[in-house]
């Protein structure tokens, strides 16, 4: 896992560019600590940041490669190629000779033989920018579910692009301007695919490419969820599901370094981690992690969206796997204190105590080992989420986790409060007119549908920012194989009735995994990510808020209603489930730091 960033411009000479090349290249170190690398020409200039994961002494970068006669290609990448050994075999093949065991050089010479086709024969997680000194070409390229991030900046003559929005801010054609809309957008948490939240910066889209040279432009998809009929039966379903995981999962622990697994309890990563054992084997080794709270057992409630703790059931599944297990507590001032440290991390605002705390947990991690596998991004697939099951939630036509902003407006000024509700029903609607249709499909099976398009291309990455930005700025590497390409295409066309066979909620999951995890696992109610609880913690936030507050030079003060704000602090107790006042507190406070911090330009 790595960082990447660069510039190509087809008339400036960038030869000498190395200041600027080397200041984008300096904010990715934390997400590539061991190595660092840049190539410059005249036309394109490459940086790379590099976590070494496979083949350590031979995978540095940027990596070029030719065919005889043709000038060198050279490539920048992050991620992971889990294929890339078959890959190797086809290519030597068809005559290609490596120099290293690396799947950056696979990469690179999947590209010398097939072109900008290379991207479909990819099984991985990956970003990564090529250039093409032959065709004075860049390309880019972005895994199918958007697991690794890659932004980029267009001009009139040229591309600057980066793993982070940092990376590009160092760069001096890049400005932190930000529309009224643009912050709209940003305080509705999901992100829009594309975009940025600063103004021109845009973002490679999941599962696309973008094709650059001195002509133009161009992006399109090589991805895309296909619908069709599903013509297995349950018990097909449920033994090709446990197939498709175990494969995924079995690829997925290809590594030169020490590897283990996040390890809650619940019933996603238990079943990532029990499936890894059994590649691995029940011998004690497989170190497993799990996250919690000081006085979690003192002052935890239970509610819909966390109605038990995990650690139980962490320390169960890690005895019945015999896993080495250790389970993290974090103290309140820690979680208060890194606030700042997520910010910088992700480049904008978002769930500052979930985001603390994955932040802390893998930094932890990391002492131990540099790649974990993560039960992610099985709820979007499987239907885990509470809004799936809810007659009430599906019948609103709405983005299911609107009301995490909407519970934001009541605070916020009114023209921003507006901007916000009109971005949540715009994104929707756009939302809606990118669904895959199954002509004959019935009602149900049709907004079932639409709420997986939601999941997948909405809420998904999300989820999947956060961990990238948390683990990465840890220099850890995080692996999810419910993001295996064939498992998705798989569950997309699934009926409801077999992901959720007799109202079970991931019905088909559990099936799968029967007999491999103890019976109160797999029929454990899902239990989301675990929340500070502790009344110093919300205590702190209302004491920073008034002091925000204070200051007549806040930069809150012209996106907030002052006394709607004031009014909310002044509330005894917090709120339970998914969004709660201490959640509004942090995402506000986040906010006011961002401004400050990157200096954003409303504009």
């Known amino acids: 896992m790595c960082g990447i960033a660069g510039w190509v411009d087809w008339e400036r000479d960038l030869g000498n560019e190395h200041r600027v090349l080397d200041a984008m290249t300096g904010t990715l170190v934390p997400r590539g600590p061991d190595d660092g690398g840049t190539w410059l020409s005249r036309q394109a200039a490459l940086g790379h940041r590099r976590l070494a994961v496979v083949d350590v002494e031979g995978g540095r970068q940027p990596m070029t490669a030719a065919r005889d006669g043709e000038a060198p290609c050279v490539v920048t990448f992050s991620g992971e190629i889990y294929n890339f050994r ?35 024969r990819l099984d991985g997680m990956f970003a990564f920018a090529l250039w093409d000194p032959g065709r004075r070409a860049l390309l880019l390229a972005r895994d199918r579910l958007g697991v690794k991030p890659l932004y980029f900046l267009p001009y009139q003559n040229g591309v ?62 090589y991805w895309r969820l296909e619908s069709h009929e599903h013509p297995d039966d349950h018990p097909t379903t449920v ?13 997925q622990l290809v590594s030169d370094v020490p590897i283990g697994a996040l390890l809650s309890g619940g019933l996603d990563s238990s079943a990532i981690t029990a499936l890894a054992a059994d590649v691995i084997g029940h011998d004690g080794v497989t170190p497993t992690y799990s996250v919690g709270f000081q006085d979690q057992e003192k002052y935890f409630t239970p509610d819909a969206t966390r109605p038990e703790q995990d650690s139980v059931f962490a320390h169960s599944v890690a005895e019945t796997l015999r896993t080495r297990h250790t ?62 099951h809810s007659p009430a939630a599906r019948a609103q036509h709405a983005l299911p986790w609107a009301a995490i902003p909407q519970s934001v407006c009541p605070v916020l000024d009114g023209d921003l409060r507006r901007r916000v509700a009109r971005h949540l029903t715009d994104d929707h609607a756009q939302a809606m007119t990118e669904v895959p249709r199954l002509p004959g499909e019935d009602p149900l099976g049709t907004r079932i549908r639409e709420l997986f398009h939601l999941n997948l291309t909405r809420w998904l990455p999300l989820m999947l920012d956060f961990t990238d930005r948390t683990s990465m700025r840890a220099g850890l590497e995080v692996r999810v194989p419910f993001c295996d390409h064939r498992l998705v295409e798989y569950l997309w066309n699934t009926p409801w009735h077999l992901k959720s066979p007799g109202g079970r909620v991931k019905g088909l999951l559990r099936d799968a995994m029967a007999g491999a995890l103890p019976a109160h696992v797999l029929g454990r109610r899902k239990t989301s990510f675990p929340v500070n609880v502790h009344p110093d913690y919300e205590a702190g936030l209302r004491e920073q808020m008034r002091a925000e ?41 986040q906010t006011a730091e961002w401004l400050r911090a990157y200096r954003v330009v409303l504009c």
């Open 86 to 120: 078959e890959l190797r075999r086809l290519l030597t093949s068809c005559g290609h000779r490596f120099r290293t065991s690396s799947d950056t050089e696979v990469l690179l010479r999947s590209y010398l033989e097939w072109g900008a086709e290379c991207v479909t």
């Open 549 to 589: 507050l204070s200051d007549r030079n806040s930069a809150l003060s012209p996106l907030v209603d002052r006394a709607a704000l004031l009014a909310l602090l002044a509330r005894p107790c917090d709120s339970p489930g998914m969004w709660r006042v201490r959640d509004t507190l942090a995402l506000l406070l």
């Open 160 to 221: 600057v692009f980066g793993s982070e929005l940092k990376t590009l801010l160092a760069h001096p054609f890049a400005r932190p301007e930000v529309t009224p809309d643009g912050l709209a957008a940003m305080l509705c948490v999901t992100p829009v695919p594309g975009r940025s939240v600063f103004r021109r910066i845009r973002a490679v889209r999941p599962g696309h490419l973008v094709l650059a040279d001195a002509a133009g432009r161009r992006e399109r998809p």
């Open 327 to 388: 389970e993290i507590l974090l103290h309140t001032e820690d979680v208060l204190r890194a606030r700042s440290e997520v910010l910088r991390a992700r480049d904008v605002p978002g769930f500052a105590d979930i985001n603390a705390a994955q932040y802390l947990m893998f930094r932890v991690v990391k002492k131990e080992v540099t790649v974990v596998l993560s039960g992610d991004a099985a709820d979007e697939s499987l239907g885990g989420y509470p809004w799936f």
């Open 239 to 251: 033994r090709t599901v446990r197939r498709l995981l175990k494969d995924a999962v079995e690829r």
